[in-house]
């Protein structure tokens, strides 16, 4: 196996993105979108929770 230098892997990386487009960058916003969404219910929502001691 051989060693490839991070430079030629971020070009590597670069050259790709541009072939494929903004498909995988809207998925990722998306994901996260969506989950920040979820945790942010979560945390507002247990604050209701009632306690029952």
């Not at 070009?11 to 498909?23: D, F, I, L, N």
């Not at 809207?26 to 994901?31: A, D």
Request: include cysteine.
């Amino acid at each position: 196996m051989e060693h490839n230098p991070a430079s030629a892997w971020l070009t590597e990386a670069a050259s790709a993105a541009e072939r494929q487009g903004a498909g995988n960058l809207l998925r990722v916003v998306l994901i996260v979108m969506v989950l920040g969404c979820v945790l942010t219910a979560w945390f507002l929502l247990r604050g209701y929770k009632q306690k029952d001691d």
